[in-house]
């Protein structure tokens, strides 16, 4: 293999103390080690975090950001000088992974070759130190814009044949992206922070009829946390009506703008039950702000002129259901009932107007 590989790796104040010494130990056993180019972005860089990322990587470019700019500037500034020096590749990777085995990359690689139209490979997410559990086996999108990971916490069976198989985005802990497909759709939205950038990444790679796809046989090993706090709570909800807003067409959103708006009415049940609601206002005040609408509105003109395949081809893979392990709800629960018999009938419609 001659091919440059960029490996991405994002660090955050101590973040890189608690993780960077398992991961590195993973990059370095890889068996393409030496064609691999990795990188280490320092947000809110200081100089005990930046002297630490130097001794324990001195084989890493570390691009200094003096302020925090969340996951999706701090990858896209890795990623452009990555994809200046030419680099094949770009593949990113959260600092607390784990890779056991020496052929985790090469094996995105080599499903990256397998179909000209696959442009975005994730790696089989695994839990640690659970390693029997499913982190992700790719990331699945509900019609009104949650996303969660497929297969969460399910024992991984290794009979099942699950390599090639396509995945609507993946997961930004482990995944590979052919540069070409950068240079043509765009990087992460720098808008998001955190939260949903990989899953509108990845609605931006269909729409320009490329495959996302799972590399089953490539496994990383992921000391997954969700925190609980109001902010991300804020970010998620606030970013995944950014995507459907950016990666649907007109008339999709028509048709799902009355179950849009009961789900709001659930939200705002839910924000005050979880004392959140004024984090669930702010979501709704920044669609107000003229210059965050204005954004929006040309970041969508520009998809939608650049998408080369419609709603109705993507339809079947978006879910009428959400399975949200982040939130635990009765009354979700409940509305996924009403929710998949909705989506059931809209699909039916986008399919037979071929919207």
């Given amino acids: ?67 925090n700019d969340g996951f999706a500037k701090g990858n896209n500034d890795a990623i452009r000088v990555a994809l200046g020096v030419g680099s094949k590749y770009i593949v990113l990777l959260n600092m607390d992974t784990i890779i056991d085995d020496r052929g985790a990359i090469s094996e995105l690689i080599r499903v990256a070759e397998s179909d000209k139209e696959i442009g975005v490979v ?41 390599s090639n198989i396509d995945i609507h985005y993946p997961s930004g802990a482990a995944v590979l992206f052919k540069s070409e497909v950068l240079k043509e759709i765009g990087l992460f939205d720098e808008s998001y922070f955190m939260y949903n950038e990989d899953q509108d990444l990845g609605w931006r790679a269909w729409l320009a009829n490329y495959r996302c796809v799972l590399a089953s ?72 702000n003229f210059s965050h609408i204005n954004r929006i509105i040309k970041d969508r003109k520009k998809i939608q002129k650049n998408r080369k395949i419609k709603d109705y081809k993507l339809i079947d893979k978006i879910s009428g259901k959400i399975f949200y392990q982040e939130i635990e709800s009765s009354a979700l629960k409940i509305g996924n009932y009403f929710f998949e018999f909705y989506f059931i009938i809209i699909k039916f419609i986008i399919k037979l107007f071929r919207f």
């Fill in 1 to 67: 293999m001659d091919k440059k590989i960029a490996i991405i790796l994002i660090n955050y104040k101590d973040y890189a103390n608690k993780y960077l010494v398992d991961c590195l130990a993973g990059i370095r056993r890889q068996d393409c080690f030496d064609n691999i180019d990795l990188y280490i972005v320092d947000n809110s860089s200081e100089e005990a975090s930046y002297n630490f990322l130097s001794s324990q990587a001195p084989e890493a470019s570390i691009i200094r950001n003096f302020t």
């Fill in 217 to 288: 046989n490539s496994v990383v090993y992921h000391k997954y946390e969700f925190g609980r706090s109001i902010s991300k709570y804020y970010y998620m909800d606030r970013n995944r009506i950014i995507t459907i807003l950016k990666n649907y067409s007109l008339p999709t959103l028509i048709l799902i703008f009355p179950a849009f708006l009961i789900m709001e009415l659930g939200h705002v049940y839910f924000s005050l039950k979880n004392n959140w609601f004024f984090k669930k206002i702010s979501v709704w005040f920044y669609f107000f």
């Fill in 122 to 162: 994730q790696s089989r997410l695994m839990l640690w130190p659970e390693k029997d559990l499913i982190n992700s086996l790719g990331n699945n999108t509900h019609f009104l814009g949650f996303g969660y990971c497929n297969n969460y916490r399910e024992k991984f069976i290794k009979s099942d044949n699950l």
